[in-house]
């Protein structure tokens, strides 16, 4: 499981999400399938919940989805916005 870093704000405006990262002076945009795995990470979902979710919604292949959000994940924690709790 993940969990949004305690320094980071972020909001939805017109179906776009907006990340500030207070620390460090940056910002970071979201939008479409993107902005549905942060909110699902938000929300407490469990990595393997959060990709179950996406290939029900966007009857995509398992395999596609994996490498995508494990991409998506891995950039997010290497900026500093997410955690791995247990």
Same mark, same amino acid.
């Given at each position: ?7 980071? @704000?972020?909001?939805?405006? %017109? ?6 990262? %207070?620390?460090? +002076? +940056? ?12 909110? =699902?990470? @938000? ?5 393997? @919940? ?12 398992? %395999?596609? &989805?994996?490498? %995508?959000?494990?991409?998506? &994940? ?6 500093? =916005?997410?955690?791995?709790? @247990?």
């Amino acid at each position: 499981m993940y969990k949004i870093n305690s320094t980071i @704000a972020w909001q939805i405006y %017109d179906n776009v999400l907006y990340i500030f990262d %207070d620390v460090n +002076r +940056r910002t970071f945009i979201l939008t479409d399938v993107s902005i549905v795995i942060w909110k =699902l990470i @938000a929300n407490g979902y469990s990595h393997e @919940a959060i990709l179950q979710h996406i290939v029900n919604a966007y009857v995509v292949d398992v %395999d596609v &989805v994996k490498n %995508d959000v494990n991409a998506f &994940v891995n950039d997010l924690i290497a900026n500093g =916005l997410l955690e791995v709790i @247990a």
